[in-house]
Structure formats: structure tokens, C-alpha cells
């Protein structure tokens, strides 16, 4: 999916004005615009005749604000009246509501905080393009030059004549040329024109609906006549449900059917709670059938990961270099070992997987009702399990009650599917939180091998980090892994040091291959690789004799952006002031997307129980142009809990390929009385927008780590940082 809408940003710029202007969803190209209730400019704005803005919404809305974000930026250029815009879902056609972000080229999905970046020149020419076409409509009815003509909030001015039009009345008897106006960015705003860009006082559209309970998500859509679903969810792919006790499960009252199917079995009926008590009736037992993680043991795979790590000889792949590391490292006055690792984590998103189908009786078309992160990939499965084309399937996108990466991938699209059409009625599936773990699709079990090198004066000259772990890309994103010749764009990503003036470095991976359906989450591969490279620049801090503090500032002194974070974060917790004695500071640096940010975590310890206390957790972040600020800083604090939980207590553990953990008692999120105070500052500057939402994640378990260092001498090598783990270390 990704390879096949691929489109070079060259290529989009050329070409976005003529898809946007000729597109329509009746398919025909728009001249003259009726004098009805609405006219569509173009693919990405229409405008009624009472004024109200409609923008077209490609991304999903799982709480980063993206719903008004977007339609922010279009409104912006087209110098709509904010009050009268509103948005609607785009569907489901890539090539024309496509991210052109690099890390997508041209895919419609929502991740990696790049729905902002990747849309900010599409939403910016779409609105600019649109006004256009309004001035100069006006311009011909008035018989004036376009150039003496302005624009204020939804309204056209001619300020020599002191007529004035609202862009309602011009929608009435407007005209769309064949070509769009060509305009370059040379003819968007400069930031310090922006009326609704930057405002504190806008707030996030989709929030009153969740406060007051009117916001609708796919778990809440109801359809008349419809069936629920309920699936024992199969522990691994390849799995196959043998001696399935189907009778049992039939004697529940409103049972009516028990599927055993190459995803689990499924258990249909009149009522959830009627599922529910079915599924938890069946007894099942799974056949490996050859599967390659029927035998898989994370702890003993862990020890495997290991020694590929430590193996010289194992395959890795080069994913960033500079310079000579090997010969450098070989070369040096003194070296510094050290290794990391991290165990599976899963999304945990509060609104289980679900979805509801309903396939036409030919089976060739169908309906789907759902939160996720691609329309357009949640169209192309389902089109496959039908055996039809992604246009005969309408998408019918929903508030996602979390993300976090999971809802890219629409297994719950394709069973409630391939259910709707062995029923021919429609079904309402909805995972119960176990099967919702069981059918996890974790970040990777990592190891870090790490090796610095100085020169006679304890400068640091050579870095290398090998990362050793399955490989997202291979599962999530195959043909780009294909295209890529085997890198993963996704778990590699923080592998890379562009920002420390270190003259050679290193920094590969090696694969492995375990059969774990590992996918994006919250923060990607900066995530683990941000953990043991800061946890590991600290260690060199601390072998040489520098404050960690300063040795970052060193290492930046030729990038004012990354600098700036730090200095930043460092100001904001006082770093220099004393602690308690029970207490200790620890900092941490991360780069994500072009985004900087840096975190400063206060710690402290309970050395009976092992638990470690953040007091205080302070973090500045640096995204360019700054959309929204009070979301902003919403975003980062969201981003550090989300962090504070993989880096002290969540832990996905599998053995004979099977999930251990079967709900949150087990597997432990972070609770509120865990929490630290939080504290952000958002450094913004005019520089093109970056990504916020996943920004605060990277920083939080090397920070945590940094402290509990200080405060005891003992290093954590890996995450999570849990009771026990420390227990272990502070005896070691």
C-alpha cells in the first residue's frame, strides 16, 4: 500500500492543484458552481451559501487534536471565519488525500506524529488555491483588479470602494477555472500574518463531545437488526482451533452461532453479554500447525538476542554512519561498553479493538463502521477478504479511543468482514480486553550493544550502537521493507545521531526473525533506542568526569536547535540546585522527526520494595511552527505518562508463543497516584512544522534511568524499570 501510492514531493507540488480542482465524488469535473445549498472547490474545501466552511479531514482523530489542527492550517490560507468551519472524513483515495510526509510517501495513514508535517503544504494550498478562485470571482463581478481586493474572516473587501462580500453570497455565482490559480509558497502567509495559526484561545473541536458524552466512537455504533460477535482470538498467527466444545457455547441463551475460523473462534449472538458468556464457555485446543512462534519464550529469546549482539560476526545492516567508527574504536586511547535492553510492550489503547460490517448479499460491496489510523488500508483488506476493489467499500471512520499505532492495522475490519458475509447480516464485533491482548501487536523486544571510544584527552571520538530485534517494517510495511532491502524504517528510527558532534559513529542492526506480530508504537524505535543511547552517553559523562548536562551541551554546540531544548529544560528544573538527599536529577536529549526535546526527571527511591517515585518530570520541546499551543503542551504531557508506563511498568511477556497477560491487573499501566508533576515548555520558532504527539516519549526512561544512577551508583539496563528489576540490580 505504501509502495503502490508512492509520489514524489516534486511530483505532488506539480500536481496538486489539478487533482484537487478536478476531483469530485460524483467524479466530474466542477466549472460552473450550482447556486445551491454548497459548492466544492476542490477535493479539500467546499463552501455553502450561508458561509459555513466544510474541510476535508485525511487524518484520524485519536486525541491529538488533528480534527482541528488541519482544518486550522486550510482555514488559515483561505481566511475562513473559524467559527463556520467544520470537517468531514475524507475517503479512503490515497493518491489524492495521501500524507506526503517521506516517511509515507503518498499512504493514508495517521502515525508517527506526522499528520501536521505531512499535510501542511496540502491543507496551506488548498485553502490558498480556494481564496484565490473567490478573489478572483469577485474581481470580475466588480470589474476591479484582483489586486486591490483583501480578505477578512469569510469576507472579500474592496477597501477603495468600501464593498464588501461574504464568501457565502460569492459561492452563489462563482466559477472554478479548468486550471487552478498557480500559486507557489512564495503565496502563502508568513507567520507573522497568521490569524488562527499560534492562537491560545482556539480550543480543540472533538473535546466538548468527549466531556459531556456525545462523542461517538466504533464501539458505540449500533445497526438495526444487527448480530454481535465475540472471537477467541487464536494466540498466534498460524494457530488452528481444534476440539472446539461448540455445543457448550450454543446452550448460552441468545447464542446463535459458533465459528471456528483461521483467526480464532468467533461467537455470534443477540447480545454482548450473550457473546461474551459464549466465549467464555468455549474450551479450545490450538494447533501450532508448523507456526514459527508456536515454541516462542521471550526470556529465553532475550538470552538469544544477546549474543547476536555481542556476536561480531552476526549480520547487521548499516543504518546511520559517520566517519570510520571501527577504526577509530580500534584506534582509541580507552573504549566503554555497555548493554541495554527493553521487553515487548502493548498499545493498551481504552477502547478495545471493534468494528461493525455489513456486506451486500452479493458480496461483492460492503459498509464498515470504525476508528482507525487508515480508511485507505482498512478498505484495501476488507476489499481482499471480499475478493472485490477497495471503491466498493465504503469506510465510515469514527473517533479512535486510542491509537497509539495499534489501529493501523485492521484485523478487527477484516474479521467482523469475513463474519458479515457468512452471516449476510450485520455484525457488531467487539474484542473483550483479553482477546484484545492476546491478539497484541507489541513494540519489539530489543537489545542494545554499545561501545564508545576517547582519544588521550577523554574526548569522545567513536560511537556504536547495535540494536538487535525483529523488524516492524517486515510485518507492517512489507513492500517497503522489500523496496529498502531489508531496513526497518519504523524500529530503527532514533538509531540515528545527527546531532552530536561525535565524529565517527556506527549505528546498525540485526534482524530477528521469532514470528511476533510486532508493529508502530507510541513514540516508534526512538522509544528503546533513545533509552540506551542517553542512558549510555550518562555512563560517558560519568567515566569522564563531566556533568551530563554539560557534556550534552558540548556535543550540540553546533546545532542551536538541540541546544536550545536542553538549555531550556535545564533552566526549567534548576539542575544546578541542590536535591534531598533521597532525591536525584537525571537528563535526557531525543530528536524525533525532525522535533527536538529534552526531559529532566526528580526520582526517588524505595529501597525496601524497589519502587521507584517521579516527583517531578520536566521537558521542552522544540516542533517549528506550533499549530495549536495549549494542545500542544497537551500532547507532550500525554506523551511522558505514556512513557512513564513502558519505562516502570509494562511488560508484554509471551511463552509457547502465547500472550501471559490477560488484562490490566497484570499488565500494569501507569495510575494516577504514580504520576509526577508535569511541567512543559513549547519552544516555538518559524521553522516548518514537526511532530508533537509522540515528542515527550523518547526522553522519559533515559531520564528516570540518569536519576536512579545518581541517586544509588547502580546502573538499569532495562526497561521496564520495575520493582523487582531494581531489587535485583541494587543487590547485584
Known amino acids: 500500500m505504501l509502495l503502490e501510492t508512492k509520489i514524489s514531493r516534486r511530483g505532488f507540488m506539480q500536481t496538486a492543484g489539478a487533482l484537487t480542482f478536478s476531483f469530485s465524488f460524483a467524479g466530474r469535473a466542477s466549472k460552473a458552481l450550482a447556486q445551491d445549498a454548497s459548492a466544492r472547490f476542490n477535493a479539500w474545501v467546499s463552501i455553502g451559501a450561508d458561509g459555513t466552511v466544510t474541510v476535508m479531514m485525511p487524518a484520524a482523530e485519536m486525541g491529538q487534536g488533528s480534527l482541528t489542527a488541519l482544518p486550522l492550517i486550510l482555514a488559515e490560507e483561505l481566511d475562513a471565519d473559524w467559527s463556520k468551519v467544520t470537517a468531514q472524513y475524507a475517503p479512503p483515495i490515497p493518491k489524492i488525500y495521501g500524507n506526503y510526509h517521506p516517511l509515507f510517501a503518498g499512504a493514508m495513514i495517521t502515525a508517527a506524529s506526522i499528520s501536521t508535517p505531512g499535510y501542511w503544504m496540502s491543507m496551506r494550498m488548498g485553502g490558498a488555491q480556494a481564496r484565490r478562485v473567490l478573489l478572483d470571482n469577485v474581481a470580475a463581478q466588480w470589474g476591479v483588479p484582483v489586486g486591490e481586493l483583501t480578505t477578512e474572516p469569510s469576507v472579500v473587501v474592496h477597501a477603495r470602494s468600501g464593498r464588501r462580500i461574504s464568501y457565502g453570497d460569492v459561492v452563489k455565482v462563482a466559477k472554478v477555472p479548468e486550471q487552478p490559480p498557480q500559486l507557489t509558497e512564495a503565496d502563502l502567509k508568513k507567520p507573522s500574518q497568521f490569524r488562527l495559526i499560534g492562537r491560545k484561545d ?23 437488526g444487527m448480530l454481535y460477535a465475540s472471537v477467541l482470538e487464536a494466540p498466534y ?18 447464542v446463535k452461532k459458533v465459528l471456528p475460523l483461521p483467526f480464532g473462534v468467533a461467537v455470534l449472538g443477540d447480545t454482548v453479554h450473550a457473546t461474551r458468556k459464549g466465549r467464555s464457555a468455549l474450551k479450545v485446543q490450538w494447533d501450532a500447525g508448523g507456526a514459527k512462534m508456536g515454541g516462542f519464550d521471550s526470556e529465553k529469546a532475550m538470552q538469544e538476542y544477546a549474543r547476536h549482539g555481542r556476536d561480531p560476526n552476526a549480520k547487521a545492516m548499516t543504518w546511520y554512519e559517520k566517519g570510520d567508527a571501527a577504526k577509530s574504536l580500534a584506534g582509541a586511547a580507552k573504549t566503554l561498553e555497555a548493554e541495554y535492553s527493553s521487553v515487548h510492550c502493548y498499545h493498551a489503547q481504552m477502547e478495545p479493538m471493534n468494528c461493525v460490517a455489513r456486506v451486500a448479499a452479493d458480496g461483492q460491496s460492503a459498509e464498515v463502521w470504525t476508528g482507525t489510523q487508515s480508511v485507505a488500508l482498512a478498505a484495501f483488506v476488507a476489499s481482499s477478504v471480499l475478493k472485490t476493489t477497495p471503491d466498493k467499500i465504503r469506510v465510515h471512520q469514527h473517533l479512535l479511543g486510542g491509537g497509539y499505532g495499534r489501529r493501523i492495522w485492521p484485523d478487527a475490519v477484516a474479521q467482523a468482514v469475513v463474519l458479515a458475509n457468512i452471516t449476510k447480516e450485520p455484525v457488531k464485533l467487539i474484542l473483550t480486553r483479553e482477546d484484545d491482548l492476546t491478539a497484541a501487536r507489541p513494540r519489539p ?28 517494517d517486515a510485518v507492517a510495511a512489507p513492500p517497503r521493507f522489500k523496496a529498502t532491502g531489508g531496513k526497518d524504517i519504523i524500529g530503527w528510527r532514533g538509531l540515528e545521531q545527527p546531532f552530536y558532534g561525535v565524529p565517527n559513529m556506527m549505528c546498525e542492526a540485526v534482524r530477528e526473525e521469532r514470528g511476533v506480530r510486532v508493529h508502530a508504537w507510541r513514540g516508534i524505535g526512538a522509544g528503546y533506542n533513545k533509552f540506551a543511547s542517553e542512558a549510555f552517553l550518562d555512563e560517558i559523562a560519568h567515566a569522564t568526569g563531566k556533568d551530563p548536562l554539560a557534556l550534552r551541551l558540548e556535543l550540540t554546540k553546533d546545532h542551536p536547535r538541540a541546544s536550545a531544548v536542553i538549555r531550556a529544560v535545564a533552566e526549567m ?4 540546585k541542590p536535591r534531598p538527599k533521597d532525591r536525584a536529577l537525571g537528563i535526557a536529549f531525543s530528536d524525533y522527526h525532525g522535533s527536538f526535546s529534552a526531559g529532566i526527571a526528580e526520582v526517588s527511591l524505595d529501597r525496601k520494595t524497589g519502587k521507584i517515585r517521579v516527583h517531578h518530570y520536566w521537558i521542552a520541546g522544540d516542533a517549528g511552527i506550533v499549530v495549536q499551543p495549549e494542545n500542544a503542551h497537551a500532547q507532550l504531557e500525554g506523551a511522558v505518562v505514556y512513557g512513564l508506563g513502558s519505562a516502570l511498568s509494562e511488560e508484554l511477556t509471551y511463552k509457547d508463543g502465547a500472550v501471559q497477560q490477560t488484562n490490566f491487573h497484570q499488565y ?24 508533537l504527539g509522540e515528542l515527550g516519549v523518547p526522553t522519559v526512561a533515559p531520564a528516570i534511568a540518569n536519576a536512579v544512577f545518581k541517586l544509588t551508583g547502580k546502573r538499569l539496563r532495562q526497561l521496564p524499570m520495575s520493582p523487582q528489576r531494581v531489587s535485583a540490580t541494587l543487590k547485584a
Open 573 to 576: 528544573a534548576d539542575w544546578k
Open 202 to 224: 482556539i480550543p480543540r473541536v472533538d473535546v466538548p463531545s468527549k466531556v459531556d458524552g456525545s462523542a461517538k466512537y466504533g464501539i458505540d455504533v449500533r445497526l438495526p
Open 445 to 472: 523486544m530489543t537489545f542494545h550493544a554499545m561501545k564508545a571510544g576517547f582519544d588521550g584527552s577523554g574526548n569522545l571520538v567513536a560511537w556504536r550502537h547495535r540494536l538487535v530485534a525483529e523488524n516492524v
Open 237 to 254: 498467527d498460524g494457530a488452528k482451533a481444534t476440539n472446539v466444545n461448540a455445543a457448550d457455547a450454543m446452550k448460552i441463551p441468545g
Open 668 to 691: 500494569h499501566v501507569t495510575r494516577m497516584s504514580d504520576m509526577p508533576e508535569i511541567h512543559t515548555r513549547v519552544i516555538v520558532t518559524e521553522n516548518s512544522p514537526t511532530g
